[in-house]
């Protein structure tokens, strides 16, 4: 080794140790936070649900459990069709009615007489989840099933041997023969049985199921443990939305906290459980022929995008397929027209190419991380800051009404208020705010036309954090 070589080695193990000492540690978590498993589900954005089985045949909601087995006879079931509307639409994955209140599983249950395998459909050799499953795969969609714990079929319904039972049915489907389920969806509904009495769930056992044959599965139910109910079935998320709540002495159905907490989720609560926004793109969970006509429109759909997936909530919209076992024309055609409205406004972020300034906690942490396209990378302010503003200088003045905020989830949701100002001469004025952002907020202003943009995080409940910030033009 020469002199002048060793000199430049150890320059430049200086020059690293002190560029090292100089990025700070990134922000502590904060309170409740997601496991990687809710962070990737969250992304997710958009799922659909199919509600199907003998009420798609008998034109009822909730089946009795009475319904012969024969009344299950799609004409032309064609999964991939589902999985290829579903891609093509913009959703990440499915979630089925493998089994509904009414009993019928749509897969050959062993521990069940009221399934596919005793209808004539496919010669009794049927199984929906296995043909959905493997479409999701092939369509590169991720498969979730629904699973009713009310069971009107069931004689054991009613007696503590039904919980024994209810989990051989879980373990049939979680067994891993429909490959990795990405979540399991526990209605929470409790209704009398065919003998007229209610079942105790044992709702500790079943989540100790879905967990050991699934570990990777978001639970929804009321009250999580992955993921909770918004409160409705109309397609809104509260304004303000916390995905943490405080769990403890609730239960999924009568036992869980009041709707307006579910909607809103709790300040500061104890656990990570966000919400899940399921709604209809008809009026009914189950097809009709005679709701056809009244399919959702593109603009209802884009109003309960921005209320759900724009008010940091997961969209779970329900397109239920026909009897022939396809998605009905009219609810595919409405699906490619919304998607084709997300795309127009949300193609061209107005703000790309901006500069960015504003504190940070320094180095790895700038303001301008909010542009860039690394999930990974984020503003951050110094610890203790509580508030802070950043400021945008767009190349050109855009005209835009709608702004998206995002926040760094894996470190916890932190910010309470926050407003949008643009410059009016030499003031700042105010042309929107929120409360909450969490994942992802989408703010509806009156169209304004700036060539600077304020962000200002009025509070937060630890350093503010932001990894994501949009400005869009709606026209719908
Ligand atoms: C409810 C059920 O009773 C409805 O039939 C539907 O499945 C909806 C998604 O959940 O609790």
Request: hydrophobic share 35%; charged share 20%.
């Amino acid at each position: 080794m020469n002199s002048r070589f060793s000199f430049a080695s150890a320059l430049a193990v200086i020059m690293l140790a002190s560029a090292v000492s100089c990025t700070p540690e990134p922000p502590e978590p904060f309170g409740a936070c997601p496991s990687p498993e809710q962070v990737a589900w969250q992304q997710m954005e958009m799922n659909m649900f199919c509600h199907f089985g003998p009420n798609t045949f008998s034109g009822a909601e909730w089946g009795d459990g009475t319904e012969p087995e024969n009344i299950f006879n799609p004409t032309s079931l064609d999964c991939l069709q589902w999985a290829a509307t579903a891609r093509a639409a913009g959703f990440k994955g499915i979630i089925i009615t493998a089994k509904h209140h009414d009993g019928f599983c749509l897969w050959p249950s062993p521990e069940s007489d009221h399934t596919v395998a005793r209808s004539s459909w496919r010669g009794g050799k049927g199984d929906v989840l296995k043909e959905l499953s493997q479409a999701c795969a092939k369509e590169g969609l991720k498969f979730g099933v629904y699973i009713s714990p009310w069971d009107r079929n069931d004689s054991r319904y009613g007696t503590p041997e039904y919980n024994r039972a209810f989990v051989n049915t879980l373990e049939s489907v979680l067994n891993g023969a429909y490959g990795q389920v990405f979540e399991q969806w526990f209605d929470g509904a409790c209704g009398e049985g065919l003998t007229g009495k209610r079942q105790v769930y044992d709702w500790p056992l079943f989540n100790r199921t879905v967990r050991r044959l699934q570990p990777w599965a978001v639970i929804f139910s009321d009250v999580g443990p992955g993921c909770r109910w918004v409160g409705n079935e109309e397609g809104h998320a509260g304004e303000t939305n916390w995905s943490t709540i405080d769990v403890e002495g609730f239960e999924p159905g009568a036992g869980s906290p009041p709707v307006k907490v579910l909607n809103s989720g709790t300040c500061g609560a104890s656990h990570w459980v966000p919400a899940e926004t399921d709604v209809s793109i008809r009026p009914g969970w189950f097809w009709k022929a005679s709701e056809t006509p009244r399919v959702k429109s593109v603009r209802d759909l884009m109003k309960i995008y921005y209320e759900s997936v724009g008010r940091n909530s997961l969209l779970l919209l329900n397109v239920p397929p026909d009897t022939r076992g396809m998605i009905d024309p009219v609810d595919s055609l409405r699906l490619m027209e919304f998607k084709a409205a997300i795309d127009s406004v949300f193609r061209r972020n107005l703000a790309s190419g901006a500069k960015v300034s504003g504190p940070s906690r320094g180095r790895g942490y700038s303001a301008s991380n909010i542009l860039n396209d690394d999930y990974d990378s984020y503003w951050a302010m110094d610890d203790g800051e509580l508030s802070g503003s950043l400021t945008l200088e767009l190349t050109v003045p855009q005209t835009f009404n709608r702004i998206v905020l995002q926040e760094y989830i894996p470190l916890g949701q932190r910010i309470c208020s926050f407003r949008i100002e643009v410059p009016e001469g030499e003031e700042w004025t105010e042309i929107g705010r929120g409360t909450t952002v969490g994942y992802k907020r989408i703010l509806s202003v009156p169209a304004v036309t700036a060539s600077s943009v304020r962000i200002v995080i009025e509070s937060a409940l630890a350093c503010p954090t932001l990894n994501g910030l949009g400005l869009y033009m709606d026209n719908f």
